[in-house]
Every structure is written in structure tokens, then in C-alpha cells.
């Protein structure tokens, strides 16, 4: 099957930036969308934003477009999520997820593959 790795999280001020990256192992050829979800205190998991690995066609939240960038690297079977212009309301556990479909709606019902997830927080 396949793993995900997250990394990047951590601390920044409001205006401030990160950049996450998640690192797909095992069989990562038999995936075609990677999304990125975040999940704050006492709230449900939601998407963030999501990239189909072939065509490279992306989707994102409301609250995070024009602010936040998802791209990846097909041969480092890597992905990532640029963060800027970051605000308090961005903190949360981000999750990096895969979807052996092509991209579809996003939400968490539609990805069958998580990472452990890194945190982000905003102050």
C-alpha cells in the first residue's frame, strides 16, 4: 500500500509562511489525486486543497485560495503546500491524503490514504 509522510509544520506569526510536504512510499504509482486537510480543536476534518498527480488540475477551499499554493513533484513522489499571508483561523493538524481515483469533490470521504499529519499553528 501506499505511506504518507507530512513535514513542515510549526510556529509562525500572522502574515508569516510555510511551506508542508508530503513524501508518498510504496506503491505510489496507483495514485492520481493527493490532498491536503486540516483539522482543528473540537472541529471536523476539512479539505484544503487537492492536485490531480497527472494533469496537474488543482482545487481549493474558499478560505485558503489566493493564499495557499499546492504542486508536486511527480518523480520525488512528493507534494506540497505553500502557505502564505497565514492567519490564526489556519492553525490545525494538516493532513496530506491520497485517492487512487482522479480528483474528485473535496472532502474526506473521498480519500482512502492518510498521513500522521503535522501541525500548524498561527498566533
Known amino acids: 500500500d501506499v505511506q504518507l509522510v507530512e513535514s513542515g509544520g510549526g510556529s509562525v506569526q500572522a502574515g508569516g509562511s510555510l511551506r508542508l510536504s508530503c513524501v508518498a512510499s510504496g506503491y505510489a504509482y496507483s495514485v492520481n489525486c493527493m490532498g491536503w486537510f486540516r483539522q482543528a480543536p473540537g472541529k471536523q476534518r476539512e479539505g484544503v486543497a487537492s492536485i490531480d498527480i497527472v494533469r496537474g488540475t488543482t482545487t481549493y477551499a474558499d478560505s485558503v485560495r489566493g493564499r495557499f499554493t499546492i504542486s508536486r513533484d511527480n518523480a520525488k513522489n512528493t507534494v506540497y503546500l505553500q502557505m502564505n499571508s497565514l492567519k490564526a483561523e489556519d492553525t490545525g493538524m494538516y493532513y496530506c491524503?491520497?485517492?487512487?481515483?482522479?480528483?474528485?469533490?473535496?472532502?474526506?470521504?473521498?480519500?482512502?490514504?492518510w498521513g500522521q499529519g503535522t501541525q500548524v499553528t498561527v498566533s
Open positions: 491524503a491520497s485517492r487512487t481515483e482522479y480528483c474528485f469533490i473535496l472532502h474526506k470521504a473521498n480519500f482512502g490514504n
